[in-house]
């Protein structure tokens, strides 16, 4: 890998990788794309990362 990481941040990793599922990863990295427009809009962020936080952990506790 190009990206050098410590061994704390791969074990990390491996353990978040062991409890989210390839649909909760998608869904995530739809919404954060979605949070980010909505920021480079302008709009308050504070705001879209508390309702982002809050989509998030809505879909990892309906998962697990």
Do not use: C, M, T, W
Request: charged share 30%; aromatic share 10%.
């Amino acid at each position: 890998s190009l990206v050098k990481r410590n061994p704390d941040e791969v074990q990390k990793i491996i353990a978040f990788s062991k409890s989210a599922s390839a649909e909760q990863i998608a869904f995530f990295y739809q919404e954060i794309g979605e949070a980010l427009a909505h920021i480079e809009r302008n709009a308050n962020s504070r705001i879209v990362l508390f309702d982002l936080s809050i989509k998030i952990s809505r879909k990892f506790r309906n998962e697990i």
